[in-house]
């Protein structure tokens, strides 16, 4: 399905950026539970990690210029299976949205609105979504520009009064104490995560023009998300010492509690979950995103608007389904362990064989 | 055009209504802006107390004629309210005030944590563990520890302070770290100290006294709603002085003021203004020194002496003078050099009463040497010190080096010559 819309570079940075912005600010702190004093290490190198299969999709894309990597499955390995694989991806890309909704109504309603139903929450955060997603490829990738601006500079500034009292570099030293184990399970669990964004990619490289040649986009968004994220950790860590940023549930949020400079500046929180809220409503667009435009692949662009509502509709349901933050979390952490990456590589593995055998066959690699 | 209306006020709707349920007017709420927790050992009951902010108008309304004042204007005053109650857990006794009052217990101003002793050698864990996990109690509020009941601190009112009664002893604790006397421990900063390895917590002591011979007054009369107690307060004024020290989770002993300076001196706290105590009661007035801290900084270095493990606390105390009734007229490089040493011999007389209390009577490292030789030798703490550092702490030896300037002597070269 040859994708007439195309994104500019600076939007597959953002869109890049905002994707791999997802369950991991909230499930860090297993990270750091794991891994311990290193935990932002392995969170900076767990995302890098990624790097390799963001260029490898993006190598795909260039030689089926225009198609998504499900476009491409469907072409080397037949319908059936690229349908199967499809219906695979959208029923993980649902739950992981679900487990970053139920992360963030779990923390507004423990931190703000301890009376008001989770179900509405998540209701206007989906509804938002599928507005914003109900446009083309360029708006979305304008609106999620706007979103990462707002919310990281915001998140760094609520964080930066820390550095008045609070932040303690003592509470983060020494670095390196850590098992080989504790390391590996704590990048492990980074990279898998942050594989969220390789779900979005394959994707997003159907709306890339040349898409090797902006593979360099993609790597710069992940670097810098790798530099941001790691570094807000362990300003946390900072602040709050590993040993209790190992067990908070509303990460930034929690930590922003405790900042103070003087009687006045305070209650910070709230300063930080706009960053949390604006951070959630750019990544559930991006599922949604991702899950709709796979559906039109499956169900080859009947009715587009029912499939985006149906796509959003199920993100909804399940959330509101699982309606726990715990249960979201270990969810969250549960699927960046073990199935994400994995899942990510074996699409990437089949739609390369697929093509090598098609180029074996045919003597041209491209359609 | 009527698409991007109707996405507008859906839009703006979705905004503005999530929110709805948690809906609560201004006098729906009781606001706590103190707790305190006593803990029965005998009877294994925990008694929560809480201060209740009662924002009221006094003044005339215009009713007077002769007041002066127009347009129905209103003297705002802050009244508090103080009530108790007790039960089997503190869940509970904070749901019996919370019926008793018929409000919903709101802590959004709740500056102060008052920690009787009996509750912080019995039940830290509890406390601890409610706190941490109740979002609505701020982590910045003080923590205290009182050896009388949490009642007698949070009743006890000082008639010469306006505004909220919690704000002044708030206000006590925070500005008791600069003599070094006591020192202010938020909620955070209690939590922290008890999750991290090799480091135990400590908090500011209040001590209470009431102008009333008998005491706390209680109105009988209104005790009748369930187990909650309507408290009288009663004139009377607080002290922030010494620290509770603790030991995991229970109390361990007390600091008095000059073994707080010390932990203050080792754990590196800004002090700001500081007399020498080396002196007899006859002497004191005569023979005391008075500076103004303008710089102090201690490290703790764990060091290896042979195979034998040495803590070296080395403070550098930067000081201007503030009072001398010593006997030269003239402050020269002698006397300054003196009193340089005076201040360094009594700094270290408030670091080794600390010591001596701490690693001989309290056995307790809350000076975090534990944790210092941690993130030196990591390692090593993992494999052999981490286990038995309650056994080696009492006895590892700690030199101190105290290095005392005076840096100027204020506004003057001379002592003031009365003619």
């Known amino acids: 399905m040859a994708s007439v819309n195309k994104v500019a570079k600076e939007q597959i940075a953002f869109l890049t950026y905002a994707s791999a912005c997802g369950n991991l600010v909230y499930t860090f702190s297993w990270v750091t539970n794991v891994t311990g004093r290193p935990f932002w290490i392995a969170v900076l ?154 779900f979005f990619l394959m994707v997003l490289v159907g709306s890339v023009s040349e898409p090797y040649k902006n593979s360099k986009s993609v790597v710069k968004a992940l670097a810098y998300w790798s530099a941001v994220l790691s570094s807000a950790i362990l300003i946390m860590s900072g602040v709050m010492s590993p040993e209790l940023l190992s067990r908070v549930a509303g990460a930034g949020i929690s930590v922003s509690k405790v900042i103070q400079v003087g009687e006045f500046i305070r209650g910070l929180e709230i300063l930080i979950l706009i960053t949390y809220q604006l951070l959630t409503i750019a990544k559930v667009s991006l599922y949604i995103y991702s899950s709709w435009v796979s559906a039109r692949i499956l169900f080859n662009s009947r009715k587009s608007l029912l499939q985006l509502i149906l796509v959003s509709l199920i993100v909804f349901l399940l959330s509101a389904w699982i309606n726990s933050f715990n249960t979201g979390y270990f969810l969250s952490v549960f699927l960046g362990s073990y199935i994400l990456l994995p899942f990510s590589v074996i699409i990437l593995l089949l739609a390369a064989l697929g093509t090598l055998l098609q180029k074996s066959r045919t003597g041209s690699g491209t359609k | 055009m009527k698409k991007k209306i109707l996405f507008i006020a859906i839009l703006i709707a979705s905004f503005l209504l999530s929110g709805c349920w948690d809906y609560m007017e201004y006098e729906q709420m009781a606001m706590v802006s103190a707790l305190g927790i006593d803990f029965n050992k005998d009877t294994g009951k925990i008694t929560v107390t809480v201060q209740v902010i009662e924002a009221s108008s006094s003044g005339a309304q215009g009713q007077s004629g002769d007041s002066g004042q127009k347009g129905g204007k209103s003297k705002p005053s802050v009244e508090v309210m103080v009530l108790s109650a007790t039960d089997v857990t503190l869940t509970r006794a904070l749901t019996e005030i919370q019926q008793g009052t018929g409000r919903r217990l709101f802590y959004g101003y709740q500056q102060l944590l008052v920690i009787s002793e009996d509750a912080a050698k019995n039940i830290m864990d509890e406390i601890e563990g409610y706190f941490d996990r109740t979002p609505q109690v701020r982590s910045t509020a003080y923590l205290i520890v009182t050896s009388q009941s949490c009642e007698d601190v949070l009743s006890t009112i000082d008639p010469g302070i306006k505004g909220i009664p919690s704000e002044n002893i708030y206000r006590l604790v925070k500005i008791s770290g600069d003599t070094g006397k006591s020192s202010a421990v938020s909620i955070k900063d209690f939590s922290q100290a008890m999750a991290i390895g090799g480091l135990e917590a400590v908090a500011p002591r209040i001590i209470t006294r009431s102008s009333q011979e008998k005491g706390m007054q209680q109105n009988e009369n209104d005790n009748n709603i369930q187990h909650v107690k309507f408290i009288e307060t009663k004139d009377g004024h607080h002290i922030v002085q010494g620290i509770a020290a603790f030991k995991g989770v229970k109390l361990a002993g ?93 700094v270290n007389g408030d670091i080794k009463a600390s010591l001596e209390k701490v690693q001989k009577e309290l056995k307790t490292d809350i000076f975090g040497f534990g944790f210092s030789f941690y993130r030196k030798y990591p390692k090593l703490w993992h494999s052999t010190y981490e286990q038995k550092w309650d056994e080696l702490f009492p006895d590892i030896p700690v030199l101190v080096n105290v290095d005392a300037k005076l840096i100027n002597t204020g506004t003057t070269i001379r002592r003031f010559i009365f003619k």
């Open chain 1, 45 to 198: 190198l767990g995302v890098l990690a990624n790097i390799p299969f963001a260029v490898w999709i993006m190598y795909l894309g260039q030689l089926y210029q225009g198609d998504t990597i499900f476009d491409i499955l469907e072409k080397v390995l037949g319908k059936f299976f690229s349908k199967i694989l499809i219906i695979l991806y959208i029923i993980l890309n649902s739950i992981i949205a679900a487990c970053l909704l139920n992360m963030f109504t779990g923390s507004v309603k423990t931190f703000f609105l301890f009376y008001t139903p989770s179900w509405i929450i998540m209701l206007f955060i989906v509804f938002i979504c599928a507005m914003f997603v109900n446009s083309e490829i360029q708006v979305l990738g304008r609106f999620v520009e706007i979103l990462v601006v707002v919310y990281t500079i915001n998140y760094f500034i609520g964080f930066s009064f820390s550095f008045f009292k609070d932040f303690k570099i003592q509470k983060i030293l020494p670095i390196f104490d850590t098992t080989f184990i504790g390391f590996a399970k704590g990048f492990l669990i980074s990279a898998g995560s942050t594989a969220e964004c390789l």
């Open chain 2, 254 to 346: 007390w600091l008095d003021s000059k073994e707080s300076l010390g932990w203050a001196w080792i754990t590196d706290k800004s002090i700001k203004t500081y007399e020498t105590t080396n002196r007899s009661e006859e002497t004191y007035s005569k023979e005391t020194i008075d500076f103004r801290i303008t710089k102090s900084k201690s490290s703790i270095k764990p060091k290896f002496d042979g195979n034998k493990l040495v803590i070296n606390v080395d403070v550098h105390v930067e000081a201007t003078l503030v009072k001398s009734k010593k006997n030269s007229d003239l402050l020269t490089p002698d006397v300054l050099s003196s009193m340089e040493k005076e201040l360094s011999d009594c």
